[in-house]
């Protein structure tokens, strides 16, 4: 097949949307660097790195916080079906979208699933939560913390406690928060946390964090089982074992732990870029990130209201790093995503389920949380707003947001 300029010159294209994000410069560089065998001693010294890295990064000391090989999906899925068999009962929050997965994957495990329904755009109350696991009696009460597709972010403080003492384990999925929004696994006593590097980590999809605290951990082992090609007549766990080969946390943690017991070939590449990801994270501060994605979003939100623009959601309950804005009346919502791509290479994101065609969703996160990107956002938007016919005060954007920083 022939080249064509596409092959040649890719766009640079600006990632404005729910994610993915722009990597960091570094680390596509890293990502660049030869490969290593899977247990070449050099190669296992960076997997240990990569565990203690990432434990900053999660808010905990859990001995137990690696990588998954695949995109966030898969240590959610790994999470819930080393978490939970077929016939236990979860609950799952659903405040949006995301919710909805969890639920999903949960029915094809053979959860017997209830859930704790949300409005799009709202979240769930300490005293709901609590009234929900008294009435489910679960094993597992599983939930998002920033779901992309409402821009919210539900709380999380006092869930664990509420899970222990109901004797549940917790799950939740961090995917679009961790790295961009305070987080504290150990002080929340959350018991399984994934999330994924596209976000605000600033890496490429493919690799997953995960951690799991020592009860969780139990649990999980608790279904250990060993491969055929692998077993030297050691004995599983008592419980039944994981239905899933790849998704199997026991097995992918032997593979972690000293034994090294071989489950899969390990994304090298992948685990460079995690490694480079968290390195960015802590050495920039994560009190500082937090704040970078704090004051993004800010300045996202009133530069938009300055154009007339309403903004989805609640303010209390806003994601740092994703903001929902209505798309005005008689505006085609895809033209204005169409001309912002072509004309300024600038990708924002549509929505949805019940908001699809009603919101734009517009990041800022990991290296796109600063100041020139937002600004070149909201200019961006407020030209192809004007030329779609919509009356925008000129400037006002850009002027209203630079003044938040």
Not at 148 to 169: D, E, I, K, N, V
Request: net charge negative.
């Amino acid at each position: 097949m022939p080249l064509n300029s596409r092959d040649l010159d890719p766009p640079q294209r600006l990632l404005m949307g729910p994610g993915p994000a722009n990597a960091h410069p570094r680390v596509l560089r890293a990502m660049a660097a030869d490969l290593l065998g899977q247990f070449d001693p050099e190669f296992t010294a960076y997997m240990e790195e990569v565990m203690a890295l990432y434990r900053p990064i999660f808010g905990t000391t859990n001995r137990w916080t690696f990588l998954i090989d695949g995109t966030a999906r898969a240590a959610i899925e790994a999470s819930l079906v080393s978490l939970t068999r077929p016939g236990d009962r979860v609950l799952v929050i659903n405040f949006g979208r995301f919710g909805l997965l969890l639920e999903e994957i949960l029915t094809r495990i053979g959860a017997k699933i209830s859930r704790l329904d949300i409005p799009w755009g709202e979240v769930a109350a300490h005293d709901q939560i609590a009234a929900a696991i008294d009435e489910a009696a679960p094993q597992v009460v599983a939930t998002v913390h920033g779901d992309t597709s409402t821009t919210t972010a539900q709380p999380l403080a006092g869930l664990g406690a509420l899970c222990r003492a109901a004797g549940a384990y917790s799950y939740v999925d961090a995917t679009a928060t961790l790295g961009g929004m305070p987080f504290y696994t150990d002080e929340w006593e959350l018991d399984v946390v994934t999330c994924g590097l596209q976000k605000c980590l600033g890496g490429p999809a493919g690799s997953a964090p995960i951690t799991i605290s020592d009860r969780a951990a139990e649990a999980i082992f608790a279904r250990r089982h060993i491969e055929k090609g692998l077993s030297q007549g050691e004995a599983g766990g008592p419980a039944p074992r994981i239905q899933s080969n790849y998704f199997d946390l026991a097995m992918i943690m032997d593979y972690w732990s000293e034994k090294r017991l071989n489950h899969h070939t390990e994304a090298t590449s992948m685990l460079y870029a995690a490694r480079e990801c968290a390195r960015l994270a802590l050495e920039e501060g994560l009190e500082a990130r937090w704040a970078r994605h704090h004051r993004a979003g800010k300045a996202m939100v009133a530069g938009l209201r300055a154009m007339g623009l309403t903004v989805y959601g609640q303010d209390a309950y806003r994601m740092a790093n994703v903001t929902g804005v209505f798309i005005p009346e008689h505006v085609d919502g895809e033209a204005v995503r169409r001309r912002m791509r072509t004309e300024f290479e600038i990708e924002i994101g549509g929505a949805f389920g019940p908001l699809t065609g009603k919101i734009w969703r517009i990041g800022a996160m990991g290296v796109n949380a600063r100041t020139h990107k937002v600004l070149i956002t909201l200019g961006a938007l407020e030209a192809v707003l004007r030329a779609e016919g919509l009356a925008v005060p000129a400037g006002a954007a850009v002027d209203a947001a630079r003044s938040t920083f």
